[in-house]
C-alpha cells in the first residue's frame, strides 16, 4: 500500500508579496516632496530661488510657460545661479536632469 504524501502547506504560507507599482511610485513622489521641503526650508538658504530650482527640475506646470532666464531676472539672481540650483536639486533627489527649458 502506498502511502499519502504530507507535502501540505497552507494557501497563507505560499503567498508571495506582489509588487505594487503604485505604492512604490507614491513612496518615491513622497520621498521627493519631502526632499524639497527641505531643500527649500534649509536654515540660510534663500527659500524662494530654491523653490523655483524644484519646480523647474520637477517640471511642474508652473514653469511651462516661463523661461530659466526670465524667473533668474524677476528674483534678482543670475541664470547661471538658478540652473546651479537646479542641478543640485536634481542630484540630491536622484531625478534626471531637465534636458531643455523655455530660455
Not at 7 to 15: A, H, K, M, N, V
Request: hydrophobic residues 35%; aromatic residues 8%.
Amino acid at each position: 500500500m502506498e502511502e499519502q504524501s504530507v507535502d501540505f502547506t497552507y494557501p497563507e504560507d505560499e503567498l508571495e508579496v506582489e509588487q505594487n507599482h503604485y505604492r512604490e511610485a507614491s513612496r518615491h513622489f513622497l520621498r521627493v516632496i519631502n526632499m524639497q521641503a527641505q531643500h527649500v526650508l534649509e536654515p540660510g538658504a534663500k527659500p524662494i530661488p530654491r523653490l523655483w530650482a524644484s519646480c523647474f527640475a520637477l517640471r511642474l506646470t508652473v514653469c511651462a510657460d516661463r523661461s530659466v532666464s526670465d524667473v533668474a531676472r524677476s528674483l534678482g539672481i543670475s541664470p547661471q545661479s538658478l540652473s546651479k540650483e537646479i542641478d543640485i536639486f536634481c542630484r540630491e533627489t536622484n531625478t534626471p536632469k531637465p534636458t531643455k527649458f523655455n530660455e
